[in-house]
């Protein structure tokens, strides 16, 4: 299902910005990109090339299974999902010692998506380094 008011947009130079068109679009629902580029010389003698692309985006999942089919495939086409993008989570602080319950909101995350996890760490630290100790 494509995308209301942004569902085909012709003119995008790549499928990297085709994703990232997808990507800004989340919240009004974007869940899959599919990007066609191809060039030809119009039946021109001339050897100048031009290029038609477009860039889909659509609201249902992407799943591999679905983007081979025969209206997507060959080697014009090029398409995916936007994966796991960060939400939201609460509570956003916790105190020490105390237990509580992490609540994590995603974008890109199905029901057959198993064995995610969360590492926290400690507010200096960066995602390299070791989970807290605090955290069991």
Known sequence: NLLDGLG???GVPSACRCKQLCLDSI???CRSWAYVTEMDANWSPDPAFHDHSGCFLMTTPYHR???TTEAASGEFWV???I???LAGFSPETAAAGVTFTLSVSTYGLGQESVGQRVKLVKEEEDCA???AAEVS
């Open 65 to 67: 299974s679905r983007a």
């Open 83 to 85: 994966d796991a993008v």
């Open 27 to 29: 919240d009004r629902g």
């Open 79 to 81: 398409s995916g999902g």
């Open 129 to 131: 380094g070791p989970p």
């Open 8 to 10: 085909g947009i012709p």
